[in-house]
């Protein structure tokens, strides 16, 4: 059901003289009203706190002095960069060389090469002979065997013309001989032998009261390499060993007589072919 809207009947108006004082009094009753809020809000607005529980933050924040302003460290200068030397140009791999099928080994040319050594053993002087007795060395140095082999020795007499009768030696061998059949490479061949000369042929020297002799021993080595002929040739003092370097030589003015303790030295000068 419908109500009738509500009506209100006017008030009468006070007299005039109280009309000044009750119209002046609801200005100032609002003026007042307005400046407490304000003051209320500009309170709240300078202690509101922080939200979350933080501390009181100010609104107003005064400008903080700049801090003078520092140039910046200048930077290094980047160290100089050494430019790197170019690779050397790598030699283009050469195309190898087509060979023919191998035909075997190939080896240099073999030879034999005979070297001799000498150790005298003893010296036997009699009224008609000396001889001596030596074991003798023969060593195949060589890649090839060496065959057909000559043994010669002689015996000279120390004196002036020694080298020469020597040299005529070597060049002269006799040639003649009981010949081995051949000495493989790198093998030796040792045996004893001795070689017998006349008592005629000793030149005996004359040493105060004694009379001595200093015999020279030289030898030939005849042999076959391949299809050459070669020779190895030398020579040696003999004597007696005594307390220094130097040879004692043998006395003939003692009659027959049997020396042991003997050494040898080689002499400069030889063949080898």
């Known amino acids: 059901m419908a109500t009738a809207p509500s009506t209100f009947a006017p008030e009468p108006e006070a007299s005039s003289s109280r009309s000044g004082g009750l119209k002046f009094l609801p200005w100032l009753l609002a003026a007042l009203a307005l400046g407490a809020g304000g003051a209320f809000l500009f309170y709240r607005s300078r202690s509101r706190p922080a939200l979350a529980g933080g501390a009181p933050i100010d609104l107003f924040v005064a400008p903080e002095p700049k801090a003078p302003s520092i140039p910046p460290a200048p930077r290094p200068a980047p160290a100089a960069v050494q430019p790197k030397p170019a690779p050397a140009p790598q030699p283009l ?68 013309s ?22 493989l490479p790198l093998k030796h061949l040792i045996f004893r032998t001795q070689v017998v000369t006349p008592r005629a042929n000793i030149q005996a020297i004359d040493a105060g009261e004694r009379q001595v002799f200093v015999p020279l021993i030289a030898f030939n ?36 007589r049997l020396f042991r303790g003997l050494g040898a030295r080689l002499l400069p000068g030889g063949v080898r072919r």
């Open 221 to 256: 080595v005849l042999y076959s390499a391949a299809s050459n002929d070669a020779q190895t040739s030398l020579s040696y003092l003999v004597g007696r060993e005594g307390n220094g370097e130097k040879l004692a030589p043998f006395r003939l003015d003692l009659g027959p």
């Open 93 to 160: 791999p050469q195309p190898r060389p087509t060979s023919p099928a191998s035909l075997g080994v190939v080896s240099t040319r073999l030879r034999p090469w005979l070297e001799l050594s000498m150790v005298p053993l003893r010296c036997i002087v009699t009224d008609d002979t000396v001889t001596f007795e030596f074991e003798l060395d023969v060593f195949n140095s060589g890649n090839g065997p060496a065959r057909s082999i000559l043994i010669e020795a002689n015996v000279f007499n120390a004196g002036p």
């Open 162 to 183: 020694q080298d020469q009768a020597i040299a005529r030696f070597f060049a002269e061998p006799v040639g003649q001989g009981e010949r081995i059949d051949s000495i």
